[in-house]
């Protein structure tokens, strides 16, 4: 059995991440995370991460390279970041509670979804130009 691949955007315009806020479920509501969705069948990486960002935040994106490690969320799911560039549009949140861009040194500090907090020294290393 293939594993269901998950994919999530580091979005970074002008030394700064937008961070989402999820709304549900229950158990993750508030906490924040890098936006994205699952991958369909014989969809890429790349296009569904582009179709996920169109359907949660109203932006066109263009799909970088890989950003830190994948995370197993369980058995089945994997959980795999990437860079992206905004192409157009300006993000809104129209899946989750709040968005927000935070530079590297509020990173750490903030309330994440336990899976992406792995990402968190990539997304800084990101920031800083590393």
């Known amino acids: 059995m293939t594993k269901q ?8 315009s002008r030394g700064t ?10 158990e993750l509501a508030g906490l924040w995370e890098l ?7 014989g969809e890429s990486d790349a296009d569904a991460l582009a179709r996920e960002l169109r359907e949660e935040l109203g932006v066109d994106v263009a799909v970088g390279e890989r950003l830190g490690a ?23 949140p129209h899946d989750h509670r709040a968005l927000r861009w935070v530079g590297a040194d509020e990173i750490d500090g903030l309330a994440w979804v336990p899976a992406d907090r792995a990402w968190v020294p990539d997304l800084v290393a990101a920031l800083s130009g590393r």
């Open 70 to 92: 994948d995370v197993a969320l369980n058995d089945a799911m994997t959980l795999r970041a990437y860079r992206v560039t905004l192409r157009s549009g300006s993000p809104h």
């Open 35 to 41: 936006p994205g969705g699952k991958v369909t069948p």
């Open 5 to 12: 691949i998950v994919v999530a955007g580091a979005l970074i």
């Open 17 to 26: 991440l937008l961070v989402a806020q999820r709304d549900r479920p229950a």
